[in-house]
């Protein structure tokens, strides 16, 4: 099945920006979800379809995704954007939905 | 506005039933999910329900042991456990499926979760 690969652990000073990747097979030519999930709190959906927004999430959060690479961008990180996020895929092949193992974003 | 419930502590080779409770309109046109999450660990995507029940499908790491349903009438999410094991445990969230022109699907609202411990 699909593989999608997560950095353990990402670190960025407040006012920085954070870069949190996803790297899979060719995973440009898929399409990627990314979720925010605080400590003791379910999964918010925080990027759709690459790189689409929902409502009410800020314009700081950004997706973007080439060749074996998906990036979620986050400009002048702030404290409370201290969390876990996970990438996400539909292997359609197979109808199974796929999670990224995961990345802690520390905010120093 | 998605509300699991059913969760607990059970014996390894018991079974559990899992609930989740949402409001009509955010529900009966919806493809609905159940992912798990075990503690310090990862999302796990489990199983997915059609909007109308017809199409049901499992992660492989379920498949055979748990069946996923949906009542309509009724706006609740299920889903039988059965065979549990220890590595089972986790949290359970139910939430809703979207798509696009069916080349993509990702999940847009999640409950609180219910918690399963599989412990002797």
């Known amino acids: 099945s699909y593989v999608l690969t997560q950095p353990p652990s990402v670190s960025a000073a407040p006012g920085k920006t954070a870069r949190i990747t996803c790297g899979g097979d060719?995973?440009?030519?898929?399409?990627v979800h990314w979720y925010q999930q605080r400590p003791g709190q379910a999964p918010v959906l925080v990027i759709y379809?690459?790189?689409d927004r929902p409502s009410g999430i800020p314009e700081r959060f950004s997706g973007s995704n080439s060749g074996d690479t998906a990036t979620l961008t986050i400009s002048r990180v702030e404290a409370g954007d201290e969390a876990d996020y996970y990438c996400?895929?539909?292997?359609?092949?197979?109808?199974?939905?796929?999670f990224g193992g995961g990345a802690k974003l520390t905010v120093l | 506005r998605l509300v699991e419930s059913g969760g607990g502590l059970a014996q390894p080779g018991t079974s559990l039933r899992l609930s989740c409770a949402a409001s009509?309109?955010?529900?009966?046109?919806?493809?609905m999910h159940w992912v798990r999450q075990a503690p310090g660990k990862g999302l796990e995507w489990v199983a997915l329900?059609?909007?109308?029940?017809?199409?049901?499908y499992y992660g492989d790491s379920v498949r055979g042991r748990f069946t996923v349903s949906r009542d309509n009438s009724k706006n609740t999410l299920y889903l039988e456990m059965d065979s549990l094991r220890v590595d089972d445990s986790a949290v359970y969230y139910c939430?809703?499926?979207?798509?696009?022109?069916?080349?993509?699907?990702?999940?847009?609202?999640w409950g609180q979760g219910t918690l399963v411990t599989v412990s002797s």
């Open positions: 379809y690459d790189s």
């Open positions: 329900v059609s909007f109308d029940g017809t199409y049901k």
């Open positions: 009509e309109s955010i529900f009966s046109t919806f493809g």
């Open positions: 996400q895929v539909w292997d359609k092949s197979s109808n199974h939905w796929v």
């Open positions: 939430a809703r499926d979207r798509r696009s022109d069916d080349s993509t699907s990702w999940f847009d609202l």
């Open positions: 060719n995973i440009g030519s898929k399409i």
